[in-house]
């Protein structure tokens, strides 16, 4: 049987518990859970092919009435990640849903019910990404301008490239953002973040991700909105489409920092995976590979996040 779940936020530095597992089996044996908010990068797949036995994982867990979302900081619409999903070979149907950063970041965008999103302007610089494709912003009613000067608000879904007022993209060096960056900070417009990590696993290594350049933004002095993990805005949506109480949620990520950080402050269960971004780190040289709890213990303490159990990988 699965020992009592420790409560996240009642964790403290100094008392950090954790329960490590083989597998999701036992833990979905009891039922414990009502609802599961899963990561997708580093968890389900690299961005470019499935975790062995992630897909089989997922299959056996709805056989246990699993309500199961996936919530993600990617930058792209949520039907657009359901669909990549299913090129990956996963069943979209097994999901309620999905919610990403992109998806919420459109949604307060397009309604501006939200009073620190009714009183941006309409004017935005736009970064965005080239190789992975450009962001589209139909619908948003928003005017894309290239000098900081005549812009109202940043708006970064990602790291490759500025948005042109023809609807291109331009390439830009990482570099060269943050030199946009200072500009805008110095006329102190805000910035909105529609994926917040840091970085990603793609095809095993990590890319930089726009959250580097709301850290950075930050530093310089700029207001940043985080339109995804760790804020609990993207865990609340989770809990309003599964009608599940943050007692019975449980969040799967591999990302101390985000996911982990992220389920602390909603007040829900998590499970870290430590094949994803932070597999390097913690010395693991293969997928599934073990570490030891006092790895995991160190690097949690220093991320200040604190999971309820801890996995090599999502499999059963």
């Not at 269960?269 to 006092?294: P, R």
């Amino acid at each position: 049987m699965i020992g009592r779940c420790v409560s996240a936020q009642s964790s403290k530095p100094n008392e950090l518990k954790f329960q490590t597992l083989n597998g999701i089996q036992e833990l979905a044996e009891t039922r414990r859970f009502k609802a599961w908010f899963l990561d997708q990068f580093g968890v389900l797949h690299d961005g470019k092919q499935p975790y062995p036995g992630a897909i089989s994982t997922l299959e056996k867990l709805a056989t246990f009435g699993a309500k199961m979302v996936i919530i993600s900081n990617s930058s792209r619409r949520a039907s657009t990640t359901l669909e990549k999903l299913r090129i990956l070979g996963f069943d979209p149907s097994l999901f309620i849903g999905a919610i990403t950063s992109g998806e919420l970041t459109h949604q307060y965008l397009q309604r501006r019910d939200d009073a620190w999103f009714a009183s941006l302007g309409r004017s935005c610089i736009h970064m965005t990404w080239s190789d992975r494709g450009a962001i589209s912003l139909e619908g948003l009613g928003l005017e894309v301008v290239e000098n900081a000067q005549e812009a109202d608000f940043i708006l970064a879904h990602g790291t490759e490239a500025l948005g042109l007022s023809s609807g291109a993209a331009l390439p830009m060096k990482l570099d060269d953002l943050e030199k946009i960056l200072e500009l805008c900070a110095a006329k102190k417009i805000p910035m909105v973040v529609a994926n917040p990590d840091f970085v990603t696993v793609e095809a095993r290594a990590l890319r930089v991700m726009p959250g580097t350049l709301a850290a950075t933004y930050e530093k310089l002095g700029g207001e940043v909105k985080w339109m995804g993990k760790p804020d609990k805005i993207i865990y609340k949506s989770a809990m309003e489409m599964t009608a599940v109480d943050a007692s019975d949620c449980i969040a799967i990520g591999d990302s101390l920092h985000h996911d982990i950080k992220g389920a602390n402050a909603a007040g829900i269960a998590s499970a870290f995976i430590t094949c994803g971004i932070h597999a390097t780190e913690l010395g693991l040289g293969k997928f599934g590979e073990v570490t030891d709890d006092n790895s995991i213990h160190a690097l949690a303490l220093q991320n200040n996040a604190y999971p309820t159990y801890v996995l090599p990988s999502f499999t059963w």
